[in-house]
T-cell receptor, first 111, second 114 residues
């Protein structure tokens, strides 16, 4: 089955700096790659997603890049703010309609 | 549109009991998936229902079961609860059930097994 690896597991940045989280996947048939943000006591919230026919997607301070050949995709957050502090999960779909998630990255943005 | 809702939000049970969790998807969404989230294992897929049929199942024992009703609402049931079943159970819905549809999560049900 699909295996999604996510790095780093924790990330601490200064407010205003950029944060990058990287994921790799194993199933070459995967074609949908969402990123979720989870705050304490809440369910995961979709922040951006990318499909395999696109190499990059941007939404304000958030961008995702996809390299299908290397089977990796990354989340980039620019001009980080304290409210960006949360756990971020990458995921990839598998042939059976399920999403396989990475283990998560705990991002801390310090003022 | 209202988001995905889950009830109850918190639940405490004892070993050996059974529990039923409920999920109401976003209006118009026909696919409902369930996930278990624990600190050690992360987010793990339980099963997915589409138009009242289980379309996919994760690697969980038969004690975990689910169903979907004609209005797309879904329930999951865990029988003979074990301590290790303590987790946040998340429900997610998507529109037409395509592989690349965006999936939206509910707030989860926090189950504690004593």
């Amino acid at each position: 089955g699909e295996n999604v690896e996510q790095h780093p597991s924790t990330l601490s940045v200064q407010e205003g700096d950029s944060a990058v989280i990287k994921c790799t996947y194993s199933d070459s048939a995967s074609n949908y790659f969402p990123w979720y943000k989870q705050e304490l006591g809440k369910g995961p919230q979709l922040i951006i997603d990318i499909r395999s026919n696109v190499g990059e997607k941007k939404d304000q301070r958030i961008a995702v890049t996809l390299n299908k050949t290397a089977k990796h995709f990354s989340l980039h957050i620019t001009e980080t703010q304290p409210e960006d502090s949360a756990v971020y999960f990458c995921a990839a779909n598998s042939g059976g309609y399920a999403l396989n998630f990475g283990k998560g990255t705990s991002l801390l943005v310090t003022p | 549109k209202a988001g995905v809702t889950q009830t109850p939000r918190y639940l405490i049970k004892t070993r050996g009991q059974q529990v039923t969790l409920s999920c109401s998807p976003i209006s118009g969404h026909r696919s409902v998936s369930w996930y278990q989230q624990t600190p050690g294992q992360g987010l793990q897929f339980l099963f997915e229902y589409f138009s009242e049929t289980q379309r996919n199942k994760g690697n969980f024992p038969g004690r975990f079961s689910g169903r979907q009703f004609s209005n797309s609402r879904s329930e999951m049931n865990v029988s003979t609860l074990e301590l290790g079943d303590s987790a946040l159970y998340l429900c997610a819905s998507k529109d037409a059930g395509l592989l690349t549809d965006t999936q939206y999560f509910g707030p989860g049900t926090r189950l504690t097994v004593l």
